[in-house]
Structure formats: structure tokens, C-alpha cells
């Protein structure tokens, strides 16, 4: 799916400070600047990644480069991210494959609930040299002028709520945040609850006014953001297991010699390790944190149906996205 031009023009900003993003190479010591937006704060895994990106790029390029972060939605929304990547507004951003999805629609097909045996399969699959990542990078060139840089474990998502959610029966009535892209609101439904869709940077709210009842996300976030403040229990679903994609656009990357591209690619390699190391070896830590935090966290042990969760989300997904992106699954599961 190619980019709608009418799109941008929700947001005339990016169009008219697109330039600002291509002048910014000639500053006065001959360092070349690119803006880094994203929508997590600076204290999360996502806000910490990329501020390791920033000075892990400053120390391989010797200070040619300088990556300067802007966190928490500062840049824009998570949709007006994805597009000002597009245009230039910023250099580089970070998105869920869904949200990158809004820019080439298989994409999308990467946050199917339930689809990775395990986190090394889904790591295998976000390579940027795999197989499904090397086709899925040309087609995001190509429809919007984009490409993946890499991609690092984000975490896996669970549902939060302010009672004990057993089954799918339980979330009847329940409206639950939905990231505003369709696969997101199809495994809320899935899942039995009434989808909302929220932006990020309106969740706290959005949970303080009652607008929706819960959300889904990885504890790291869940953490960081202190939901467990306005929400008491967390249900281990694990419905989708995440990477957080990191896209730079692709006239600013052609625009650098090859020894700079070469950097920068060593640099988002030992950044992808980094950040994936750090949310697998600290989940079990922070969901006894979220339990010092007085988060009734419910697992199998404590009564979730798995396997119903598991099954009427799959349905739900099966019946929009299997033919649409049948191919595309099977091409997943063949990574080994």
C-alpha cells in the first residue's frame, strides 16, 4: 500500500520543516544532524535505546554524526512519526511493525498475535538480512521512501485492567486502549473487549477519565509508565510478541557516504543487542516489581485460559488478515 499524499496534509508541519531535516548537514564543523522522534519517555527501554543509538553513532563516526532524541511524543503522534520519516521532517523514528504498516501495508502482518514460536524467532525474522525483512525492507523503499534500520526485542504484550480477567467472557463491555492500527484493534476484539483507539501519549489520561477500562502492553511499559497507578491487575495473555522497529529515511541514508552507512549500521547492530538483552533479562524483574507495586499480576496459576484467549484472538485475526497475509505467515514460520 503507497502512501496517500493527502495523508500529510494533516499535519502541514512536516511538509514545511522537511527541509530543515536535509539543511541541518551543513552545520559549522561539518557534523551532519538527524532528529530522532519517538513517543516513549526517555526512562523506558525505547527512550533508552534510543539514546544509546545517539552515542553509540557519535563514537563510530568520530563526531560527524550527532543524533539528537526528541522522546515522548515531542515530533508527534505515533501515525505523524511514521509519516514525517516519510517526508523528512525527522531522520529517524521508531514505530511497531503496525505502525510502520501505515507506510507499507504487509509490515502490518509482523504484529499477528500468537505468531513467533519464541523471542529468537521473532529476532531471527526482524533481521534486517532475512529473508522476510530484505522483502518487506525493498517494498517499504519503494511505497514510501523509508527503510528499516533494525529492529530490537520491544517486549511481550499483556493486558491490563482494573478487575481479574480470566477468559475472553470476562472483557464483555470492556473497553480496552488499542494501538490505532487494525491489527491492534482486531486482537482487542479478539480478545472480547471493546477496542479503543488511543494514541500513546493519551493512555494515562485516557485511563485516569475511565474513557477506556485497560490497555496491552510489555511490562517494560507498564513499568516505566507507572500504569500499575491507575490500573490493578495485569494478565499474563502474551497475545503479541513485539519488536520496535527504528526506520530512517531513505534519501537521508543515501545521502551518506558508504563509510558513514557503515557505521551507522555497526552501531544500530551492537544498539539491537543491547536493547534486546535488556528487556529479556529484565522481565522477571520487573513484573516482581510491578508486585511490590501492588499489581495483582494472573497467570495460568491463578486461573487465565490461556488457550481461549489463544484461540479467539487467532480466530478474530484469522477471519480479517489469513488471506490477505497467508503467504506472508509462511514465510515467517520457515525461519529457522
Not at 494478565?235 to 557505521?263: C, D, F, K, Y
Amino acid at each position: 500500500m503507497k502512501i496517500s499524499r493527502s495523508a500529510f496534509t494533516r499535519r502541514g508541519l512536516l511538509t514545511l520543516a522537511a527541509a530543515c531535516v536535509f539543511a541541518m548537514p551543513a552545520l559549522a564543523q561539518n557534523t551532519i544532524e538527524w532528529r530522532y522522534g519517538h513517543m516513549n519517555p526517555p526512562a523506558s527501554a525505547a527512550g533508552m535505546q534510543a539514546q544509546w543509538l545517539s552515542e553509540e553513532i557519535a563514537k563510530r563516526t568520530n563526531g560527524a554524526m550527532k543524533i539528537t532524541v526528541y522522546p515522548s511524543s515531542q515530533l508527534g503522534k505515533l501515525q505523524e512519526l511514521a509519516e514525517a520519516v516519510a517526508t523528512g521532517t525527522i531522520a529517524l523514528s521508531h514505530n511497531t511493525a503496525a505502525g510502520i504498516g501505515s507506510l507499507h501495508d504487509p509490515f502490518a502482518a509482523l504484529d499477528t498475535p500468537y505468531l513467533y514460536r519464541d523471542v529468537d524467532h521473532l529476532m531471527k525474522v526482524m533481521d534486517v538480512n532475512s529473508s522476510v525483512m530484505k522483502k518487506l525492507n525493498e517494498g517499504l523503499v519503494k511505497d514510501a521512501g523509508v527503510r528499516v534500520l533494525y529492529a530490537y526485542y520491544f517486549g511481550t504484550r499483556h493486558l491490563t485492567a482494573n478487575k481479574a480477567v480470566k477468559q475472553p467472557a470476562d472483557l464483555a463491555g470492556q473497553k480496552i486502549r488499542a494501538i490505532p492500527f487494525p491489527i491492534y484493534m482486531t486482537t482487542v476484539e479478539g480478545m472480547g473487549a471493546v477496542p479503543v483507539p488511543v494514541d500513546w501519549s493519551e493512555v494515562p489520561t485516557a485511563l485516569a477519565t475511565g474513557k477506556v477500562n485497560g490497555q496491552e502492553n510489555p511490562v517494560n511499559v507498564v513499568l516505566s509508565s507507572k500504569l500499575y497507578e491507575s490500573q490493578t491487575h495485569l494478565m499474563q495473555t502474551g497475545h503479541i510478541m513485539n519488536a520496535q522497529v527504528i526506520v530512517v529515511n531513505e534519501r537521508v541514508w543515501q545521502g551518506l557516504s558508504p563509510q558513514l552507512r557503515e557505521q551507522i549500521t555497526a552501531a544500530s547492530a551492537e544498539v539491537r543487542r543491547k536493547a534486546t538483552e535488556m528487556v529479556r533479562n529484565t522481565e522477571a524483574s520487573e513484573l516482581a516489581e510491578l508486585k511490590k507495586n501492588k499489581m495483582n499480576i494472573i497467570g495460568a496459576a491463578e486461573g487465565l485460559d490461556l488457550p481461549a484467549f489463544r484461540t479467539a484472538v487467532r480466530k478474530a485475526v484469522d477471519s480479517k488478515f489469513a488471506v490477505k497475509y497467508g503467504d506472508l505467515y509462511k514465510a515467517i514460520d520457515a525461519v529457522r
